[in-house]
């Protein structure tokens, strides 16, 4: 199949539609508005990715608390694979720190005091061996990634919509997989 026809059809349509937009706006005039119409804010800034799903996904939430202050300390939900490591000067007084496994396919996860930020950043790390990565014949990139609320979550579809895209480090010899968190919200492991 040749370029010309597809770049021909193009043009044609790419016409149509410029012809149909003018045609529209001059038969149909437009009241002046004070302020501007505001895009959707479910998609503002969202981008989608592809979560890393669970071996057997997670039949109920798994929630694990500890207090953890100046010292620093870790959070470990085994059934999951989660370390959490709270470092030294993360928080300055003592704080109740919560990790939650969300049931089903993700990989994914809510951090309470939802908000917390953290003088030094905090250490996500997920055993991979829980995942369906290790079944597959290459090893794809990973990253972490944050998501606001559980709604922004497909575990149907294996995706997310998330704020933000965080580098992760992968330990393909220990079969794991970390990024750093400043901040408390959601996040789980998502590939490309």
């Not at 500890?66 to 470990?76: E, F, P």
């Not at 996500?124 to 990253?143: C, G, I, V, Y």
């Not at 559980?150 to 294996?158: A, F, I, N, P, V």
Request: with cysteine.
């Amino acid at each position: 199949m040749s370029l010309r026809p597809l770049s021909r059809f193009g043009a044609r349509l790419l016409s149509i539609l410029l012809f149909a937009g003018c045609a529209r706006d001059a038969a149909a005039p437009v009241e002046p508005t004070a302020v501007p119409p505001k895009p959707s804010s479910a998609l503002l800034g969202l981008l989608p990715v592809r979560g890393v799903t669970r071996s057997t996904p997670l039949a109920n939430d798994l929630s694990v608390s500890a207090v953890i202050g100046a010292k620093g300390g870790t959070i470990t939900i085994p059934e999951a694979g989660l370390t959490l490591v709270v470092p030294p000067g993360a928080v300055k007084n003592d704080t109740k720190f919560t990790a939650t496994a969300l049931a089903g396919r993700l990989v994914a996860y809510e951090f309470e005091p939802h908000g917390t930020t953290f003088a030094v950043p905090l250490q996500f790390r997920q055993d991979l061996k829980k995942t369906s990565l290790l079944a597959a014949l290459t090893s794809p990139l990973l990253d972490g990634a944050y998501f606001t609320d559980r709604d922004k979550l497909s575990d149907e579809l294996g995706i997310a919509l998330v704020s933000e895209v965080l580098p992760a480090t992968t330990d393909l010899l220990h079969a794991h997989v970390s990024f750093p968190i400043n901040h408390f919200s959601g996040y789980l492991v998502s590939w490309h």
